[in-house]
């Protein structure tokens, strides 16, 4: 099993930045894949940004140039620094691991979800 921490949401105005960390423990694979989806009240769940063990990053096209994420191997933790936050960034992010395998993902973990609130 894998634990997710989340930590550093909040409540900042528009154009503020925060920074959101997670910590995982637990059965972590040597190739996994980290980052953060997020989901605002009513809509889907969607991908804000990933980062594979080796540094490869994926970004949501909303938010490529004011997003970045980052991770430290060593401490199994990720990290995503918002700036320029806008209002439609308001939602629950969560953190999520998945464990691969020959290239194949063999599991998906999510943490628990932290509240980013963007006032206008």
């Known amino acids: 099993q894998v634990q997710l921490v989340e930590s550093g949401g909040g409540l900042v105005q528009a154009g503020g930045s925060l920074r959101l960390s997670c910590a995982a423990s637990?059965?972590?694979?040597?190739?996994?894949?980290m980052g953060w989806y997020r989901q605002a009240p009513g809509k889907e769940r969607e991908l804000v940004s990933t980062i594979r063990v080796g540094g490869t990053t994926n970004y949501a096209e909303s938010v490529k140039g004011r997003f970045t994420i980052s991770r430290d191997n060593a401490k199994n933790t990720v990290y995503l620094q918002m700036n320029s936050l806008k209002p439609e960034d308001a939602a629950v992010y969560y953190c999520t691991l998945a464990n691969y395998m020959d290239g194949y993902v063999k599991a998906v973990h999510w943490g628990q979800g932290t509240q980013v609130t963007v006032s206008s």
């Open positions: 637990g059965n972590i694979f040597h190739d996994n894949n």
